[in-house]
């Protein structure tokens, strides 16, 4: 017994493990910022196009990443399906502030559909579009768009200007 | 039903803008200890509403928190107690014993002087500092005039001193003496706090550190300067502290936030450097609720180590993002001569308009000048990898065993604080970095919002959990913070007399470990952790937002030691 016990120790086997069998009750991933991608039903074989984006928080020693302005920053990780492309297009992703004022180009989407990007912009859009193959990267879209979605934090809408709440304008807050 | 009630909402918040900036200082005294004349009795005012947009209830205006008005000093002449002296290092060898009390003392902050408390009549506390494997003794006497204990936060030591009332000890009354016995396994940034009413007594000053130096030749890089930061706030308005909830705390929904920032108990720190230095700060986070991501003025900033032990690689960051209870060291090289500014730099929410707000509070300076002799630069552009750190993590990266929900339950919670929740309900941000709506918040006490610990193996909630963990076992948490319970909010969960890593944050695997007793649950994020199980005896586990805490968000686990017989009811 002391003889296996001080084997193990030199070997460096882990502790034994719990009686207990594995069982995962809750969910790993965070549903609650994940944005959904919905079609715009304008684009040629891509009228039933699915997708969504999963947002998890950039590697950061605190767990929450956050940048120096205290704003989230996200990995996101786009998956799109049920699209069929003619040969000289591809989909390119984009994440943009709701007003449009700050885009940013995560990239074509791979042959699986997916492309992976960050942000920190505080409330965003995911924009996915039909765009020419090897075509020169711009500031903005240049094509149709085939699936657009908006983050969780974008759904805070003003409670100023709308319904029981209404006080303002709510133009002034830009929707 | 929802038109009769969507009615009244809406009555009430059209007559509602007018008085919305008629509110501070608003006497509430009717309410309150009718009995007693004004001047001498203490009564609930209207907490601060600063830089706040939403327009109040008048239904709500008048209303108080379903509680006594509480401030421990309240009526004593602060010009007859001690005036607390800034903290001191005491240097502590094995076997030494430290005579320290709690008691009231006089304190100045922001040029005014309050009636507070005191660990050793200092702010903070005395920083013990001692070397890693020592034990000391600490008699601490009780000098105020409300129970209390001391919890040793982070430490593995003894169950017997752990600090619990209840659990561990009974609470050391007015004038009483308790005698712990600390050990120090670990290497890093420790702190000590009352573990009885801590929302009250911790927020009036009883916090201090413990520095637990290593005994291995260059654990650390080398550094210019150590300097401790203490991180707290305090709300306070002009008439003094806001009162306290006697029989339960106030604030239980979202923990009672400060309007004043301290830094080592003050509100204008100052750090003089010369240029050049990488000076290592211990942080500490002992505000009842706030997390601070804290920017050192665009100094670089090196990650070196997380609550019980260092990283497995250092790493630079932007900002240190600190949640209650949590310490982190970090290097940060001043590279020029300037004044750069601490600050405090988030994305509040304001909830009426539906935006972020960009704040940046100014939490201190460090003003570097002239030019060190001694230049650690390269030094500090290394990420030194930590293989002791790595290899002790190495054979816990398995196992599964509990799944914890966080969530929250309400019994007679004001109606119109109901609403407007469920109003406000499509996005609940990760972290709640500002207070969004005082009023309501402070209404909420601990007995009408109960935080809760859901086992979703048992169904077993807050302290009817009862975990049993035999000394060796390596446990698996999986801590789910629901974003659809009632006002889900982050929490800081704190392990008591263990240590643990955070494997994964929504399924993605953490790449650079630190031993940790105190974590970050986001709303909306699962995170599993890995108790290392080395501690026998009865402990603890819970939010370390005071107010949290004290509205149940606690459960119980026993460590066994070798041979003993198992808990019935695991």
Known sequence: MFASLLASLLIGFPPAAPERPVECLLPADPDYYRVELVTTRKVPGA????????????????GVSISPEGSYRMNIDIQVGNVRLDGDKELVAWVTTPNLDQIERFGALD????????????????????EPKGGQPGPMWTGPVVVRGMSRSGLMHTMAGHGPFETEPCAVYGY | MMTSNRLRLLVALLLAAPVASAQDGMDHSMHMHHDMPMSDSLVWRMVPME???MPMMPEMMDDVPEVGAFLPGFGMDAAMLPEARPSEIIDMADGDTLRMDASFVRRTIAGKEYVMMAYGGMYPGPLIRADRGSKVVVEFTNNIDMATTVHWHGLRLDNAFDGIPGLTQAPILSGETFTYELKFPDTGMYWYHPHMREDVQQDLGLYGNMLVDPTEEDYYAPVNREVPLILDDILIDANGILPYGEEAPT??????FGNVMLVNGITDYNLDVQAGEVVRFYLTNVANTRTFNVVFGGARIKVIAGDVSKYEREQFVESVVIAPAERYIVDVHFD??????????????DHFRGTFVPEVRTLGTVTASGKTDTDLATAFREERQNADTKADIDAFRRYFDHNLRLTI????LHPLTMRMMEVDTLYFPPIEWNEGMPMMNWLSTGDEARWTLLDEDTGKKSMEINWDWKVGDVVKIRIFNDPKSFHPMNHPFHVHGQRFVVTHIDGVENRNMAWKDTAIIPVGSTVDILVDVTNPGKWMAHCHIAEHLHAGMMLGFTVRGAGDAPEVGR
Do not use: C, W
């Not at chain 1, 912009?121 to 039909?130: A, E, H, I, S």
């Open chain 2, 51 to 53: 830089g706040m947009t």
């Open chain 2, 251 to 256: 604030h239980a929904l979202m923990g009672r």
């Open chain 1, 111 to 130: 042959v699986d559909g997916r492309v992976s990007g960050q942000t920190d912009f505080n409330k965003f859009l995911l924009v996915v579009t039909l």
């Open chain 1, 47 to 62: 009228r039933l196009a699915t997708g969504h984006g999963a947002v998890t928080y950039a590697a950061s020693p605190f």
């Open chain 2, 409 to 412: 339950e309400t019994n007679g």
């Open chain 2, 336 to 349: 020029e001569a300037r004044t750069f500014e601490i600050t405090n730099s988030i994305q509040g929410i």
